[in-house]
């Protein structure tokens, strides 16, 4: 039975290395920094890293948050792994954690910007940085946006590139790195904050996607297609927005008043989004009171994720919201 089961595995982890390889993220000495925390998903990316684009191609950034008794093992497991795939490791203290506000944005924006660093690092600054993002992330990232940033972009889910970041294991499941890690010999460690209800991507893990496996058991197959066809769909429905902009960064309110509503809708949400630098959800809601400005002289309305609308004698564009002290 150890035999058969062990066959499993190894065409489980061919799988995952073709689909991967044949994605084209990693590629044969181009530079990556992969971001290693330990757990299943990270060694399988790291793993893959190497036998992709060589082990000289690759350095592993692992951050040390000091939350969790176990944190000093985890880099420790990391620090081994590397020495075992012949990979420079490079471990960073994040320091205390905020007192205040969203601990694991804190994190993100530590870990994003310690690799930045590394990755400026390569020849020419040119490496790009890999996450270890799976399938069933995009399912979770997909139905916890939906819950809580209520717009087009919420269905859309990750991206494989944003940037010189990269997300290489969008084609394959949590269940498929794990499979790939034991047949390739490869330790993992888990960390069990990721299934608590603490957060908000816990709740989902543990209770909305197994309650939507009830309902239908293709349930995150299904969620991974619609989210497929939308970004396609998205392709078109930019390209409408870039013929109304033509480049621009502004739009006159008369102009967006002829445009169908839904149309128009997207033209602002577009808008609102590169003045905040990222998605600014809720936007597109507030058309008719951006619509209702009046044109001459000056108006401004403030919106939702720190944008304003701001009209202009007829022409309206949007800026980042000052903060207040």
Do not use: K
């Not at 197994?210 to 429905?237: D, F, Q, S, T």
């Not at 502004?250 to 839904?262: C, G, I, M, N, T």
Request: one cysteine or more; hydrophobic letters at 45%; proline letters at 5%.
């Amino acid at each position: 039975m150890q035999a058969v089961g062990s066959a499993v595995h190894e065409v489980d982890a061919d799988r995952v290395h073709e689909v991967v390889r044949s994605g084209g993220l990693l590629a044969a000495g181009r530079p990556v920094v992969v971001m290693l925390s330990g757990g299943r998903d990270s060694v399988c990316l790291l793993d893959l890293a190497v036998r992709i684009a060589g082990a000289g191609a690759v350095r592993a950034l692992h951050v040390d948050y000091g939350l969790r008794t176990a944190s000093a093992g985890d880099a420790a497991m990391c620090a081994e792994l590397c020495e075992r795939l012949s990979v420079e490791l490079t471990v960073r203290q994040s320091g205390p954690a905020p007192g205040t506000g969203n601990l694991q944005a804190w994190g993100r924006r530590f870990r994003y910007a310690a690799a930045t660093e590394l990755a400026n690092e390569a020849p020419g600054g040119a490496a790009e940085i890999a996450a270890g993002h799976t399938a069933t992330d995009q399912v979770e990232t997909i139905l916890y946006r939906l819950a809580s940033s209520p717009s087009r972009r919420a269905l859309l889910g990750m991206r494989e590139r944003t940037g010189r970041l990269i997300r290489p294991l969008l084609g394959v499941t949590r269940e498929q790195t794990a499979a790939y890690c034991r047949a390739r010999g490869l330790c993992w460690r888990e960390d069990e904050t990721n299934d608590s209800d603490r957060f908000a991507r816990g709740r989902v893990r543990r209770g909305l996607v197994p309650a939507l496996r009830e309902i239908h058991p293709a349930a995150e197959a299904n969620v991974l297609a619609l989210a497929e066809a939308l970004r396609g769909e998205a392709e078109v429905l930019d390209a409408l927005v870039d013929d109304v902009l033509g480049g621009g960064r502004s739009v006159s309110l008369a102009q967006l008043r002829e445009l169908p509503p839904a149309l128009a809708r997207l033209v602002v949400q577009r808008l609102a989004d590169d003045a905040a630098g990222r998605p600014s959800p809720g936007t597109a809601r507030r058309l008719e009171e951006i619509l209702a400005l009046r044109e001459t002289g000056t108006a401004a309305l403030d919106l939702p994720s720190g944008v304003r609308a701001v009209v202009v004698r007829g022409s309206l564009s949007f800026s980042a919201r000052p903060q207040r002290p």
